[in-house]
Protein backbone atom coordinates (compact mmCIF):
# COMPACT_ATOMS: atom_id res chain seq x y z
CA UNK A 1 0.00 0.00 0.00
CA UNK A 2 1.44 3.52 -1.22
CA UNK A 3 0.10 6.25 1.14
CA UNK A 4 0.76 10.45 0.30
CA UNK A 5 -0.14 13.27 2.65
CA UNK A 6 -1.98 16.05 0.90
CA UNK A 7 -2.85 19.24 2.56
CA UNK A 8 -6.69 19.27 1.26
CA UNK A 9 -8.98 20.58 3.71
CA UNK A 10 -12.23 18.51 2.82
CA UNK A 11 -15.44 18.11 4.37
CA UNK A 12 -15.60 14.41 3.70
CA UNK A 13 -12.59 13.56 4.67
CA UNK A 14 -12.38 16.19 8.02
CA UNK A 15 -16.15 13.97 9.31
CA UNK A 16 -14.04 10.52 8.02
CA UNK A 17 -11.32 11.46 10.69
CA UNK A 18 -13.87 12.05 13.25
CA UNK A 19 -16.06 9.02 13.21
CA UNK A 20 -12.99 7.04 13.01
CA UNK A 21 -11.93 8.73 15.91
CA UNK A 22 -14.99 8.87 17.75
CA UNK A 23 -15.39 4.74 16.86
CA UNK A 24 -11.79 4.57 18.59
CA UNK A 25 -12.11 6.14 21.44
CA UNK A 26 -15.83 4.43 22.25
CA UNK A 27 -14.05 1.13 22.46
CA UNK A 28 -12.46 2.55 25.70
CA UNK A 29 -14.88 4.40 27.63
CA UNK A 30 -17.66 2.60 30.10
CA UNK A 31 -21.06 1.74 28.05
CA UNK A 32 -22.69 3.95 29.98
CA UNK A 33 -20.93 6.80 28.32
CA UNK A 34 -21.03 5.44 25.10
CA UNK A 35 -22.66 8.00 22.16
CA UNK A 36 -23.24 10.80 24.66
CA UNK A 37 -22.65 13.48 22.46
CA UNK A 38 -24.42 16.96 22.17
CA UNK A 39 -23.30 20.03 20.60
CA UNK A 40 -24.35 23.29 22.62
CA UNK A 41 -25.02 27.06 21.59
CA UNK A 42 -26.41 29.80 23.50
CA UNK A 43 -26.60 33.01 21.62
CA UNK A 44 -27.13 36.05 23.08
CA UNK A 45 -29.64 38.29 21.40
CA UNK A 46 -30.31 42.20 21.58
CA UNK A 47 -33.85 43.51 21.22
CA UNK A 48 -33.42 43.45 17.50
CA UNK A 49 -32.47 40.16 17.28
CA UNK A 50 -28.92 41.00 16.77
CA UNK A 51 -26.30 38.39 18.04
CA UNK A 52 -24.20 40.31 20.58
CA UNK A 53 -22.23 36.77 21.37
CA UNK A 54 -22.45 33.20 22.57
CA UNK A 55 -21.05 30.12 23.59
CA UNK A 56 -20.24 27.40 21.82
CA UNK A 57 -19.37 24.03 23.21
CA UNK A 58 -20.12 20.31 23.26
CA UNK A 59 -20.91 17.79 26.08
CA UNK A 60 -19.04 14.79 25.20
CA UNK A 61 -19.17 11.56 27.27
CA UNK A 62 -18.97 13.01 31.42
CA UNK A 63 -18.00 16.38 30.56
CA UNK A 64 -18.75 19.99 28.96
CA UNK A 65 -16.04 21.67 26.57
CA UNK A 66 -16.57 25.33 26.49
CA UNK A 67 -14.50 26.06 22.69
CA UNK A 68 -16.20 29.37 22.45
CA UNK A 69 -17.35 32.46 24.53
CA UNK A 70 -17.18 35.97 23.33
CA UNK A 71 -19.17 38.77 24.05
CA UNK A 72 -19.21 41.63 22.08
CA UNK A 73 -17.02 44.76 23.10
CA UNK A 74 -19.74 46.88 23.72
CA UNK A 75 -21.99 44.54 26.29
CA UNK A 76 -19.05 43.28 27.88
CA UNK A 77 -18.63 43.39 31.95
CA UNK A 78 -22.52 43.58 32.07
CA UNK A 79 -22.60 39.95 33.10
CA UNK A 80 -23.64 38.39 30.01
CA UNK A 81 -21.02 36.47 30.03
CA UNK A 82 -21.80 34.77 33.55
CA UNK A 83 -25.04 34.76 32.67
CA UNK A 84 -24.33 32.38 29.14
CA UNK A 85 -21.64 30.09 31.50
CA UNK A 86 -24.83 29.34 34.46
CA UNK A 87 -26.59 28.84 30.97
CA UNK A 88 -24.05 26.14 30.01
CA UNK A 89 -23.75 24.89 33.50
CA UNK A 90 -27.33 24.34 34.05
CA UNK A 91 -26.90 22.39 30.69
CA UNK A 92 -23.82 20.35 31.70
CA UNK A 93 -25.90 19.59 35.22
CA UNK A 94 -28.98 18.42 33.43
CA UNK A 95 -26.71 16.05 30.75
CA UNK A 96 -25.50 14.20 34.25
CA UNK A 97 -21.99 15.97 33.27
CA UNK A 98 -19.03 15.63 35.84
CA UNK A 99 -17.31 18.56 34.97
CA UNK A 100 -16.66 21.68 32.66
CA UNK A 101 -13.56 22.21 31.00
CA UNK A 102 -12.38 25.54 29.01
CA UNK A 103 -9.25 27.10 27.99
CA UNK A 104 -8.34 30.80 27.46
CA UNK A 105 -5.16 32.89 26.76
CA UNK A 106 -3.73 35.54 29.20
CA UNK A 107 -5.04 38.35 27.41
CA UNK A 108 -8.43 37.01 27.45
CA UNK A 109 -10.34 36.02 30.43
CA UNK A 110 -8.71 34.01 32.99
CA UNK A 111 -9.74 36.07 36.05
CA UNK A 112 -13.52 35.83 34.84
CA UNK A 113 -13.50 31.87 34.58
CA UNK A 114 -11.63 31.63 38.43
CA UNK A 115 -14.37 33.95 39.85
CA UNK A 116 -16.81 31.44 38.25
CA UNK A 117 -14.77 28.31 40.54
CA UNK A 118 -12.66 27.33 37.48
CA UNK A 119 -9.49 25.51 38.64
CA UNK A 120 -6.26 25.84 36.39
CA UNK A 121 -5.61 22.61 35.65
CA UNK A 122 -2.29 22.98 33.13
CA UNK A 123 -0.45 25.80 30.91
CA UNK A 124 1.50 26.24 27.95
CA UNK A 125 3.67 29.17 28.24
CA UNK A 126 5.49 31.10 24.89
CA UNK A 127 1.65 31.06 22.79
CA UNK A 128 2.18 33.90 20.52
CA UNK A 129 5.81 34.28 21.73
CA UNK A 130 4.27 36.68 24.96
CA UNK A 131 1.49 34.49 26.20
CA UNK A 132 0.27 31.88 28.34
CA UNK A 133 -2.34 29.45 27.53
CA UNK A 134 -4.75 27.95 30.84
CA UNK A 135 -6.48 24.99 30.50
CA UNK A 136 -9.35 25.12 33.06
CA UNK A 137 -12.00 22.46 34.96
CA UNK A 138 -14.90 23.12 37.06
CA UNK A 139 -15.98 19.97 39.00
CA UNK A 140 -20.04 19.65 39.08
CA UNK A 141 -19.94 16.21 41.49
Not at 6 to 17: A, P, S
Not at 27 to 45: A, M, S, T, V
Not at 94 to 114: G, M, N, P, R
Request: with cysteine.
Amino acid sequence: MTLHITQEVNQDDKKLINKQLYEFNLKHFPEDLRGRYKEIQLNLKDEENVTRGGLLGEICWNWLEIHILMVDEKVRKSGFGSELMKEAEKIAIEHDCDFIKVDTLSFQALDFYKKLGYEVYGTLDNVGRDHCHYFLKKDLK
